[in-house]
């Protein structure tokens, strides 16, 4: 076991990927010799060489392009767009090709891939490099969609990813890439795609949530002495609604919290999943704490956009007290 | 004869002041006179010391994530003078000397860096865009603008700026396509500073130049020293005056150096020599300028001190002004969502300001009560 931040966990996760796989390999923007922007492929270019750890051209549509000709090709590239922002000019190549090639093949095609991107705020970024967004991806069909809230999490599931058959999207949060450390074993294993992790076990109402945000419903529920159950979703898509369903019928409430904007954000699907299986159980309607309809603001206003303790400790008050 | 030649090309790489400080009389007379070149060394100067300025205020956690201009001045500068004031600059993010010689306030910048929108609110009359922060998405933008000028029927132009990297992405070859195949008058800045973070040139680009690559697109290309103010100015000139009396594009890579980090989040010494740093330190586009005021009687070192002294006063009351800006509303980012806020956003905006849930209009009139049911 080793103390690890989940920088340094994904990081051992990609080197033992390598080291078991010669088909694994990374490209990207910055990727090599420097390690990427926030270190996360830090060595990997001296260790495992510049044929494997591949300073691409400043395209991120050729990154995630030429990876699906990888992928198709038989070969398990990891590649890392930057930062959240800049997603836009590769959307094309991912959801009109490596979401759709297994289906549009027969399966003769598959794009094994797994895409890195760093998401979300709360780091004093610049314009774009503060976005939360999973629900976009979640909602194109034949995409899988990850996002681990801890190292441990976060290194069984990427190995999980870059294993999976078909694409996923690796979603890093960036808050919590150095905010603590974690055991994690040495030894390699996997966590698998779908399945929700009960952080902790309650009775009087389910928090769902994913990503960062974990971390502030943590606390939230430390400091509201309720008897709370907590979610961490892990996987956006597909997601464990088991899991979700076994926590509402007992709890009879739920609170949904994520960092991307509300409508149409993956709270809106669990809310809508809830109302179908759950109806009956509920005690209370199910309270989403999100992100707003807005553009993220630049940092000086980024905690107002945010979901905080605050606001989720006002939902767990409102919605307990229904 | 089975082949015959179908297409030849050469690239010509203009110097006149070069990096030893010789001035080339013959190419340089009358391309910049003495008094505007006075005006631009202290253009320079000025900028310099704000990005200074700026990478201390990033150190001591008074300001944001920074990119530093340093070494790169010439390039916006020389645009800037060359252009009318009334043509487009089309900006990424590392043109603060042509910016702030258009007219652009330095505090803008700094509020930017700071994370505060209102550096973005460009008064439309310095016909500027905002910073690009995507790489590359605004050489379309140019063309766009640039087209409406032809349009319109006016003489005006755009001129846009981006680098080495910014090459690679797709937008820029729709963007050069667009304006060479629609003959739109703009003009493509490459400011090749050799590194894209921390990936080098020859990662981004495989022929002999950047200037090159305009040539596939059937528009004139052209290579200039990008350290060099007379080199860079004489080289818009000619393109601008191509863009407007043809109607037609034109591609120019300035040969510069980015002698500072990417941002004040990157580290360069993990990825270039130090070597190298040295070497183009002694190609500072400033210090030749300076030179050669010098050696014509039109600088000494008193004017050289009362220059640093004007910074100095300058840098810090535009700090201050960044700094000392009232902070903004709390609910500003909804304010610019939509010529009218919608009343779901209405209803998120009041949500925010009263710390309520917003599924409930009375919470936000009494949010205390708000959990009573």
Known sequence: MANLTLVQAINLALVQEMEKDDRVIILGEDVGPNGGVFRVTEGLHKRFGAARVVDSPLAESGIIGTSIGLAMAGLRPVPEIQFDGFLGPAYDQICSHAARMRTRTRGAFTVPLTIRIPVGGGIHAPELHSDSPEAIYAHTPGLKVVMPSSPYDAKGLLISAIRDPDPVMFFEPKRIYRAFREEVPEDEYTLPIGKARTVCEGDDLTIVSWGASVVQCMQAIEKSGKSIELIDLRTIYPFDMDAVEASVKKTGRCVIVHEAPKTCGFGAEIAARIMERCFLYLEAPVQRVTGFDTIMPYYKLELEYMPDTARIERAIADIGAY | ?373
């Not at chain 2, 860096?113 to 998405?137: F, K, Q, S, V």
């Not at chain 2, 700026?161 to 396509?177: Q, V």
């Not at chain 2, 697109?217 to 052209?222: I, R, V």
């Not at chain 2, 191509?242 to 993990?270: C, M, N, Q």
């Open chain 2, 1 to 373: 004869m089975p082949f015959k030649t179908v297409f030849s090309t050469e690239i010509q790489h203009l110097s006149i002041l070069n990096e030893h400080g010789k001035f080339d009389a013959k190419l340089g007379k009358d391309v910049i006179p003495d008094q505007d070149l006075i005006t631009l060394y202290e253009q320079m100067t000025l900028c310099r010391h704000l990005d200074e300025i700026a990478f201390k205020l990033q150190r001591s956690g008074r300001m944001g994530t920074y990119p530093q201009n340093m070494g790169q001045e010439a390039t916006s500068l020389g645009a800037a003078y060359a252009l009318e004031k009334t043509d487009w600059l089309v900006p990424c993010y590392r043109e603060n000397c042509g910016l702030f010689y258009r007219g652009l306030p330095m505090e803008y910048i700094l509020l930017h860096w700071m994370g505060d929108e209102r550096g973005n609110a460009i008064p439309r009359e310095l016909y500027m865009t905002p910073l690009a922060i995507p790489i590359g998405t605004q050489m379309l933008h140019a063309t766009g603008l640039a087209w409406a000028a032809k349009y319109r029927g006016e003489k005006q132009i755009a001129c846009t700026f981006f680098g080495d990297g910014a090459t690679s992405e797709g937008d820029f070859h729709e963007a050069a396509n667009f304006a060479a195949n629609l003959d739109i008058p703009v003009i493509f800045f490459c400011q090749n500073n050799f590194w894209a973070i921390s990936v080098p040139g020859k990662i981004q680009c495989s022929a002999p130049t950047l200037a090159q690559r305009g040539i596939a697109y059937g528009m004139e290309c052209m290579q200039c020293d990008g350290n060099d103010i007379f080199a860079v100015v004489k080289t818009v000139r000619d393109a601008a005056a191509i863009a407007r009396t043809k109607s037609r594009p034109v591609f120019i890579e300035a040969v510069t150096y980015r002698l500072g980090d990417h941002t004040t989040a990157d580290d360069a010494r993990r990825y270039r020599d130090q070597a190298e740093v040295d070497m183009w330190k002694q190609r500072d586009p400033i210090l030749r300028v300076r030179a050669l005021l010098k050696e014509k009687k039109l600088w000494n070192d008193s004017k050289e001190a009362a220059l640093k002294e004007r910074a100095e006063r300058e840098i810090t009351a535009a700090v201050a002004r960044a700094e000392n800006i009232t902070p903004p509303e709390r609910a500003d980012f909804f304010n610019y969502m939509f010529a009218e806020l919608n009343s779901d956003l209405r209803m998120q905006r009041d949500t925010m300001l009263t710390h309520s849930l917003g599924e409930d209009p009375s919470q936000i009139e009494s949010p205390a009560a708000a959990s009573s049911h």
